[in-house]
């Protein structure tokens, strides 16, 4: 719920939980994440709500082929992309959401439409096209959406035998964004094309609300990354807001639930937080997450554990 203080704003991304990144990419997911954190800040300056700010922010790293949404999402077994989005507003706990979404360029817009034109939290597939079709999104043809590194690396998946140990995903490079606003309110959004080399159909964390990100505005706002179906069987996002409800820091919410995925399932992840004070922390388990918050005119951001890099904006 808003408060009667006006809030100091703030926006948080991430690029993704990775176990590897070739150091040639690393500046380019640095200034991806920059781009897409200042992008929803001008929102929240503007006078913007939570939710139009992480819309806009993961509608930039959507269109960025270096992260795994949207333009560049990795393919599944087919050689096909399948997207999966969600978005949530903290106000009243409306959300929105897509999944197995084929041949639309940017799947958290139409997440949004979702949650804002129909009755419904989540539609799938063929029924997502349907609805893409009636709201006038349009349609792109899926080539379009596929970078040469990630046919390359779908090949390099599909040439190891079953006897070789499955290599870890090197970015994952789910995308998600949580903001305040100067209401005090809070909003998430996520999005992913998911694993490389999936079976048809298969839907991860991204979608699911408490899973891929929760928001509400009496607590907070969480965006996941990592390994899907590890996030989805420790409700990631929704736990991380239960220890911030039970008294602890957004840094220590996080640490501790990513510490109980670790632990129970064997899981590596990321998430960002930020609280309804306007506190706020990106934590992760991977080897590296790419990051940006905004705050106070001031854009922070790193890739890998111990870096923290400001600069002011203009």
């Known amino acids: 719920m808003a408060g009667s203080v006006a809030m100091n704003p703030v926006v948080l991304v991430h690029g993704g939980a990775s176990s590897e990144i070739p150091q040639d990419l690393e500046e380019r ?12 800040y001008k929102v929240l300056k503007e006078g913007g709500r939570a939710l139009d700010a992480v819309e806009a922010a993961v509608t930039i790293l959507e269109d960025d082929p270096e992260f795994n949404a949207g333009h560049g999402a990795v393919l599944n077994a087919e050689g096909t992309v399948e997207m999966d989005a ?9 959300s929105g959401a897509v999944c197995a979404a084929r041949c639309i360029a940017n799947p958290i817009q139409l997440a949004r439409l979702v949650m804002e034109k129909t009755p419904h939290c989540l539609l799938t597939s063929h029924g997502a096209a349907k609805f893409a079709c009636a709201m006038g999104v349009p349609v792109i043809p899926g080539e379009q959406l596929i970078t040469e590194r990630n046919r390359q690396d779908l090949e390099k998946e599909k040439q190891k035998t079953d006897a070789e140990t499955p290599s870890p995903q090197k970015n994952q490079g789910t995308v998600g964004a949580v903001a305040l606003d100067s209401n005090g309110d809070v909003a998430y959004a996520t999005s992913t094309g998911g694993l490389m080399n999936k079976m048809v159909g298969r839907v991860g964390d991204s979608p699911c609300v408490g899973s891929g990100g929760y928001a509400d505005s009496a607590m907070g706002a969480v965006s996941s990354t990592g390994h899907g179906e590890s996030i989805l069987k420790v409700n990631l996002a929704r736990l991380i807001l239960f220890h911030v409800q039970q008294g602890k820091a957004v840094g220590e919410a996080a640490d501790t639930a990513l510490g109980y995925m670790k632990s ?9 937080v930020v609280s309804n004070a306007g506190d706020w922390a990106a934590k992760w388990t991977t080897e590296s997450m790419p990051w940006a918050a905004a705050q106070d005119g001031k854009v922070h951001f790193g890739l890998h554990r111990d870096e923290a890099r400001v600069f002011s904006l203009p």
């Open 86 to 94: 969600s978005i949530m507003d903290g106000r009243d706990l409306s």
């Open 29 to 40: 997911l640095r200034q991806g994440v920059v781009r897409a954190a200042t992008a929803g």
């Open 264 to 272: 129970k399932v064997k899981g590596e992840g990321g998430v960002i």
